[in-house]
């Protein structure tokens, strides 16, 4: 069987050509992006070293505890980018981020209970790292779905509380047309694993020298790991923003409308 190459940092600065290739084409169609592509291509190589230098610390002293903590410092990232696509609607970024911390804690937790993963940092923290980013795609999606609805469909959902539905039951359908938008990418996803392309998972492992049975059973856990994620922190986001959205009264807050007009990155 032949050795598997590891690229070398000249192979990796090699790879800069393809973003090149990526600015040109961009500056050529006149896209008004190369400026953006270069800087987010430098800013991944920069992040992904920096992140790779603080793993093998991590790793090597940190322990568990480290782990642990660095699973929790991706899901307050997270609840700042999802919350962003949701600004408009009351305690946003707050809401996003129990989402996401709910949807990571049961999904990783469940994991380690069941036996799929091993409680080892070096394990926790890529396998977290998917939970906390798909999560977050799912919570940023419920938020943005249920922001727009409570904008457009207000004087559906206002009818429905003067038939005197409450709250809660006026807001059910809208509630569901956001959690189901947030299921659908993962599940398209799922369907088609492994037909239309190798997932990222799989073909590392796979890339590492990863028996191919093997790797699959890592992926078939990872893409169930996924399925939940979303589903909780979907879930959860739809629940806790339908709350923050109406007072004591039942009575639709208005949103703050000022804040979608920003355009301003949250990172």
Sequence with gaps: MTELTVPSWGAVAASLLLVALTALIARHQRLHLTKELVIAAGRAGL????????????????????????????????????????RALPQARTTATIAIATGTAITLGSLVALGAISPQP?????????????????????????????????????????LGLSSREAFLPFQRSALRTALLPTLDSTKVVGLISLP?????L??????????????????????AATTIAALTATRLAE???????????????????SRRPVI
């Design 47 to 86: 992040q992904l070293a920096a992140v790779g230098a603080v793993l093998v610390l991590l790793f090597q002293h940190a322990g568990l505890p480290g782990a642990l903590g660095w699973v929790a410092f991706m899901v307050v990232l997270g609840g700042q980018v999802a919350g962003y696509r949701g």
């Design 122 to 162: 070096r394990v926790l923290v890529p396998i977290g790292g998917m939970i906390v980013a798909t999560a977050m795609q799912a919570t940023a999606v419920s938020l943005h779905r249920v922001r727009q609805q409570a904008q457009s469909d207000r004087p559906a959902i206002e009818a429905r509380l003067a």
């Design 206 to 227: 796979i890339l590492a020298g990863v028996d191919p049975m093997t790797a699959i059973r890592y992926q078939i856990i990872v893409m169930y790991m996924l399925l």
């Design 200 to 204: 990222e998972a799989m073909t590392g």
């Design 243 to 261: 709350r923050a959205l109406f007072d004591n009264a039942h009575r639709l807050a208005p949103l703050d409308t000022s804040r979608v007009r």
